[in-house]
């Protein structure tokens, strides 16, 4: 019930195509949901998160997108560009402090953008 | 404004050698996490300091794995007679609060190999 599924594993797009990543979680009590950007011999940063009180949130070219009652988020990428290169993590996690308050990570999806 | 520091950047020991892993966190942030990533795959749960409560150890794979965290700042994550399937990079996170909303800020690591 703690997991967060994520899809695909790897990505190639075209620069100028859109990216598009998927994830899905069961447990009920996430409601904040943070995207990590991690380029090769780099620790991850954040890139941009949601609270499930909104339905889209963007940011330049990058786009959340969420569905509370499908519970899925999807993080769209627009005018891909080959710097966007990079390994993509969705993670889950309780707003507020609970019992269990530990933030979920995803497994990852590679993302190549080819010029 | 320092961000997370991690030493050293890389360690090549040994198998059966024991090694110590150093991380300097954000001054004044009181969660502190510790991960494993294996070549190519995901970010795996280590372990989880909280202020001053009791270590999240959950994930901690071995008893050959140990972390502390002195005065609330700088943690040591131990592994004792390493093994082969050890080898990987070593991340370390910290946070502002303890509360899941907030973004965990990485260090780059340090990458293991185990020879």
């Known amino acids: 019930q703690q997991q967060v599924k994520q899809s695909p594993q790897s990505l190639i797009v075209q620069k100028g195509g859109i990216s598009i990543i998927n994830c899905a979680y069961e447990?009920?009590?996430?409601?904040?949901f943070p995207w990590y950007q991690q380029f090769p011999g780099k620790g991850p940063a954040l890139l941009i998160a949601?609270?499930?009180?909104?339905s889209e949130k963007k940011e330049g070219r990058f786009t959340i997108s969420f569905n509370k009652s499908a519970k899925q988020f999807s993080l769209h990428i627009m005018d891909s560009q080959p710097g966007d290169s990079a390994t993509y993590f969705c993670?889950?996690?309780?707003?507020?402090?609970?019992?269990?308050?530990?933030?979920?990570f995803g497994p990852g999806t590679s993302l190549s953008v080819i010029p | 404004g320092a961000g997370v520091s991690q030493s050293p950047s890389n360690k090549v020991t040994e198998k059966g050698k024991d090694v110590e892993l150093r991380c300097d966190p954000i001054?004044?942030?009181?969660?502190l996490y510790w991960y494993r990533q294996s070549l190519g795959q995901g970010l795996e749960f280590l372990i989880y300091?909280?202020?001053?409560?009791?270590?999240?150890k959950s994930g901690l794979p071995s008893d050959r794995f140990s972390a502390e965290r002195t005065g609330g700042s700088v943690s040591t994550l131990t592994i004792q007679r390493t093994q082969q399937e050890d080898s990987a990079v070593y991340l370390c996170?910290?946070?502002?609060?303890?509360?899941?909303?907030?973004?965990?800020?990485f260090g780059d690591g340090t990458r293991l190999s185990i020879l």
């Open positions: 996170a910290s946070s502002p609060r303890s509360i899941g909303n907030q973004p965990q800020h």
């Open positions: 447990n009920t009590a996430f409601d904040y």
């Open positions: 949601i609270r499930p009180d909104v």
């Open positions: 993670a889950a996690s309780p707003y507020m402090k609970t019992s269990y308050d530990k933030v979920i």
């Open positions: 001054s004044g942030h009181t969660a």
């Open positions: 300091f909280q202020g001053n409560s009791a270590p999240d």
